[in-house]
Nanobody, 124 residues
Framework: QVQLVESGGGLVQAGGSLRLSCAAS????????TGWFRQAPGKEREFVAG????????YYADSSKGRFTISRDNAKNTVYLQMNGLKPEDTAVYFC?????????????????WGQGTQVTVSS
């Protein structure tokens, strides 16, 4: 079992930055690919970024490329999402998710464990 707890969300002005953290329990976290998803009010949950178990491979949604950076520290069982140049359309609840495999997928159904989410609000 893997339990995930997100933190780092908050209110920020457009153009600002936030760093989200996803702390995981369990000894097997370092073998699991991890992704960040987000869900805005009235919209479906969407993929934001993903990182392989080793951290060597990263993937981004088009909306995230060039602004967001995903990273992980397996010694700390933590995955990060650095978000720069935030826009009002980035406002959403951000979820961390992990899967049994070490390979990233971009579909919500490919993930086995989910955190409770952290709210990110970007004001214009």
């Amino acid at each position: 079992q893997v339990q995930l707890v997100e933190s780092g969300g908050g209110l920020v002005q457009a153009g600002g930055s936030l760093r989200l953290s996803c702390a995981a329990s369990g000894r097997t976290f370092s073998s699991r690919a991890t992704g960040w998803f987000r869900q805005a009010p009235g919209k479906e949950r969407e993929f934001v970024a993903g990182i392989s178990s080793t951290g060597r491979s990263t993937y981004y949604a088009d909306s995230s490329k060039g602004r967001f950076t995903i990273s992980r520290d397996n010694a700390k069982n933590t995955v990060y999402l650095q978000m720069n140049g935030l826009k009002p359309e980035d406002t959403a609840v951000y979820f961390c998710a992990a899967r049994i495999s070490g390979v990233v997928v971009t579909t919500e159904g490919g993930y086995d464990y989910w955190g409770q989410g952290t709210q990110v609000t970007v004001s214009s």
